[in-house]
C-alpha cells in the first residue's frame, strides 16, 4: 500500500536519527542543522524504514499517513 512521509521543519531538533534509520528518504542540511524530506511518497518497500525514522524522531516531527 502506498503512503507519504509528512514532515515538519519547525519540530525538527536535528537529531539525525531519520536520516540513521532512512537516509534514502532524508538528507540533512547543515546550514541549519535541520532534516530535509527527499521524497514524500517513498516506494511501499521503504515503508518499514520510513516507520522506523518516524518512530525514532525525537521531536515527534515525522508522520507516516496512507495515501491513495
Ligand atoms: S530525527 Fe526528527 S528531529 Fe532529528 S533530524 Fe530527523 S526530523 Fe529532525
Given amino acids: 500500500m502506498s503512503f507519504k512521509v509528512l514532515f515538519e521543519p519547525g519540530k525538527c531538533q536535528g537529531y539525525a536519527n531519520c536520516l540513521i534509520e532512512a537516509p534514502e ?6 546550514s541549519n542543522d535541520r532534516a530535509v ?5 517513498p516506494e511501499p518497500g521503504l515503508r518499514s524504514k520510513a516507520e522506523a525514522s518516524a518512530r525514532c524522531c525525537p521531536a515527534q516531527a515525522i508522520r507516516i499517513e496512507e495515501s491513495s
Avoid at 37 to 41: A, F, I, P, Q
Fill in 25 to 30: 528518504i532524508w538528507d540533512f542540511d547543515d
Fill in 37 to 41: 524530506l527527499k521524497v514524500e511518497n
